[in-house]
């Protein structure tokens, strides 16, 4: 009987109130992960499975990275996860990888936690002969992640906070239209983030005739193709985000009917936060 190493957070750190990285123990992951691939992460018996983007991996010492962003209940209980806990599963990677070929420059677009998924894009990117431009955003500055990260990777980055408190003030569509007007080079663009920003992304970008990826991020169940809820509809054709993507051609996906049946829960999810609240003792503070 082959009894499953457990999933130990060997390191955990905040990136701001409601973000933290976890490194943790997964060997058998790490040896085959690349840019692209997700996890499906369980806290507990009762916790529901979290599709969480791979930001960084080491073979060597069999560790994986993940940042988790607290939005709902199962979220918030996994920021709570000391240093030297466990997850009770974590499967993967998932996914199809990104794939890298030499575009010449590639600008990578990263809106609130999703330049944590961004990342590992632009450093595959760089690795593969790229030129990388990176446009970042958050709504204030104590909201951007991996700043410094970005910049080890990127020729230029372009910061935007929605209230000015970092960087040029406007969104990351602003930047964009910034890097066009003045002819910067752009052959590709990734793009990751929430879903209304990934939509103008496209939208912008499409008279520019300028190919663009966004990796998207549906209501997820098994992660394997059989329970349809990450269904999303890319050039009139349905697909599964779990085994077809997530990263999918911007231009063709409907970002409505995903933002749509991205909200289909939210209610029930707020109610179980907020039932979650009231009966759990925060000890965010003592991690």
Not at 13 to 32: G, N
Request: aromatic fraction near 6%; proline fraction near 5%; include cysteine.
């Amino acid at each position: 009987m082959i009894t499953p190493e457990p999933y130990r957070i060997v390191a955990k750190d905040a990136l701001s109130s409601t973000v933290a990285r976890f490194v943790v123990r997964a060997p058998l992951v790490a040896a085959k992960a690349k840019a692209g691939q997700f996890v499906m992460l369980r806290a507990s018996d009762a916790g529901e499975r979290v599709p969480v983007t791979l930001v960084d991996w080491d073979a060597t010492v069999g560790t994986v990275t993940v940042i988790v962003q607290a939005v709902g209940k199962t979220t918030t209980e996994i920021l709570t996860l000391p240093l030297g806990g466990e997850f009770l599963t974590l499967a993967g990677p998932l996914g199809v990888p990104v794939e890298l070929k030499r575009w010449g420059t590639v600008v990578c677009v990263g809106g609130g936690v999703g330049i944590a998924e961004v990342l590992p894009i632009a450093k595959a990117f760089k690795d593969a002969g790229n030129r990388v431009v990176s446009v970042l955003g958050a709504r204030t500055k104590d909201l951007l992640i991996l700043e410094r990260e970005m910049r080890g990777l990127s020729e230029e980055v372009l910061v935007t906070t929605d209230d000015g408190s970092h960087g040029k003030k406007g969104l990351v569509t602003d930047a964009l239209s910034e890097l066009h007007a003045r002819g910067a080079a752009m052959d590709a663009a990734f793009v990751i983030g929430p879903i209304p920003m990934m939509r103008f992304v496209a939208e912008l970008t499409r008279p520019w005739g300028l190919p663009t990826f966004a990796s998207l991020n549906p209501i997820m169940v098994d992660a394997t193709g059989m329970c349809g809820g990450c269904r999303v509809v890319v050039g009139g054709k349905s697909k599964f985000a779990c085994v077809d993507g997530p990263m999918f051609d911007a231009h063709a996906v409907d970002f409505p009917l995903l933002q749509t049946r991205a909200a289909a829960y939210r209610a029930q999810e707020q109610e179980a936060l907020e039932r979650w609240n009231k009966t759990h003792t925060c000890k965010l503070d003592q991690h």
